[in-house]
Nanobody, 124 residues
Framework: QVQLVESGGGLVQGGGSLRLSCAAS????????MGWFRQAPGKEREIVAS????????YYADSVKGRFTISRDNAKNTVHLQMNSLKPEDTAVYYC?????????????????WGQGTQVTVSS
């Protein structure tokens, strides 16, 4: 069982930056691929980024490529999402997720555990 707790969301002006963190419980954190998803009002949940269990492989949605960076610290059981050059269309609830698979996982059905989410609001 893995429990995930996100933090770092908030209100930021367009062009600004935020760093989301996800703290995971459990001794086997390093055995999970991790991902960040987001869901805006009236829209489906979508993948933002994914990172493999070693951190050696990453995936980014086209909409965030070049602006967001996913990273993990297996010693501290944490995964981060650095978000730069934020746009109003990045406004959403952001969710951290863990997958028992080892490589990057793009589909939401590939994830086994989810956090409660943290709100990110980008003003224009």
């Amino acid at each position: 069982q893995v429990q995930l707790v996100e933090s770092g969301g908030g209100l930021v002006q367009g062009g600004g930056s935020l760093r989301l963190s996800c703290a995971a419980s459990g001794r086997t954190f390093s055995s999970y691929a991790m991902g960040w998803f987001r869901q805006a009002p009236g829209k489906e949940r979508e993948i933002v980024a994914s990172i493999s269990w070693t951190g050696g492989n990453t995936y980014y949605a086209d909409s965030v490529k070049g602006r967001f960076t996913i990273s993990r610290d297996n010693a501290k059981n944490t995964v981060h999402l650095q978000m730069n050059s934020l746009k109003p269309e990045d406004t959403a609830v952001y969710y951290c997720a863990a997958s028992r698979k080892l490589g990057v996982v793009i589909g939401s059905t590939g994830y086994n555990y989810w956090g409660q989410g943290t709100q990110v609001t980008v003003s224009s």
